[in-house]
């Protein structure tokens, strides 16, 4: 079974600067697509950045990024020019791919502050 | 199309009574599920529907849960006879595969259930 693993619960970051959150992942699986998610206070979870592991170049999204390090099995989110609206919930997920895609396998999450 | 809709959001119910949550998905996806998340803990997954048919079910998923989605629309979870374990948001997702892209799953805003 896969496995997902997130090892900073809390983290902070002053409004403007970078931050990086980590995520490791298990899987036995060559081909798979990897996710982070946020879920901001009292609201849905939203898809912020995907990758798939079958392409070396890093996903990015405007000012979200990935180190996406295969052989290590860890997928690091990085947040430049942090917003104050970026204060959520954020949660690592893997998706299997072969047969068909399998439901989301998440982390326990990293809890974003993002002081002004 | 205003996303994916849960009702309740809010559960309060005595233990031993049975519930039912409801989910009404993006309309054009095909695939749903279910997920449970407790304070501090990533969403894990109970259940998935592709159209009409339930795929997959989790170990997590006892014989007191059962769900549906009988015309491959909405779904509805069942919780009979209630624990004050089953205290927890439940979470809905909807999905349409083979966009080309990694699946995207479209959460709802969840039906936080308390049991006391």
């Not at chain 2, 089953?86 to 308390?114: H, I, V, W």
């Amino acid at each position: 079974a896969q496995t997902v693993t997130q090892s900073q619960p809390e983290m902070s970051v002053q409004e403007a600067e970078t931050v990086t959150l980590s995520c490791t992942y298990d899987t036995s699986e060559s081909n798979y697509y990897l996710f982070w998610y946020k879920q901001p206070p009292s609201r849905q979870m939203i898809l912020v950045i995907r990758q798939e592991a079958y392409k070396q170049q890093n996903a990015t999204e405007n000012r979200f990024s990935v180190n996406f390090q295969k052989a290590a099995k860890s997928f690091s989110l990085k947040i430049s020019d942090s917003q104050l609206g970026d204060t959520a919930m954020y949660f690592c997920a893997f998706m299997n791919i072969l047969a068909g895609n399998t439901p989301l396998v998440f982390g326990k999450g990293t809890r974003l502050s993002v002081i002004a | 199309d205003t996303g994916v809709s849960q009702d309740p959001r809010h559960k309060i119910t005595k233990r031993g009574q049975n519930v039912t949550f409801r989910c009404d998905p993006i309309s054009e996806h095909n695939r749903l599920y279910w997920y449970r998340q407790t304070l501090g803990q990533g969403p894990e997954f109970l259940t998935y529907f592709q159209n009409e048919a339930q795929l997959e079910k989790s170990r997590l998923l006892s014989d007191r849960f059962s769900a549906e989605r009988p015309k491959g629309s909405f779904s509805t979870l069942e919780i009979q006879r209630t624990e004050q374990g089953d205290s927890a948001m439940y979470l809905c997702a909807s999905s349409l595969p083979g966009t080309g892209k990694p699946e995207e799953a479209f959460f709802g805003q969840g039906t936080r259930l308390t049991v006391v």
